[in-house]
């Protein structure tokens, strides 16, 4: 009899056991919140994740930092045109520093 074969009123019964096992499985050893796998490093257990998912998701990071700074970049050169001089000069003057700080030859 397959799971969904069984009488409703052994659900629970049968819902409890598996919550339970996994509670207990959770707790004797720590997996990857994204792929699942056992987790035995350290470092791996405090951040939740393994090495490969973890570097996964910092990439998935980087990727969305891009977007948004490319998207700050197109909002600011749509801008230039209509710019008066004080806000130019600012403007120049902020990323003069923010090149020279970045350490970009201008
Ligand atoms: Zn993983």
Redesign the pocket.
């Known amino acids: 009899m397959s799971p969904n074969e069984s009488r409703p009123e052994e659900f629970p019964r049968a819902a409890r056991k598996a919550f339970a096992g996994a509670v207990t499985s959770v707790a004797e050893s720590p997996r990857?919140?994204?792929?699942?796998?056992p987790l035995s490093d350290p470092v791996s257990v405090s951040r939740g994740?393994?090495r490969?998912?973890f570097g996964r998701v910092r990439l998935d990071q980087h990727a969305a930092m891009v977007a948004v700074v490319r998207q700050r970049i197109d909002q600011l050169s749509m801008t230039v045109d209509v710019m008066d001089a004080d806000q130019l000069e600012s403007v120049n003057s902020a990323l003069a520093h923010l090149l020279d700080a970045l350490g970009v030859i201008a």
Request: glycine share 10%; hydrophobic share 30%.
């Open positions: 990857c919140v994204c792929c699942r796998r994740f393994g490969v998912c």
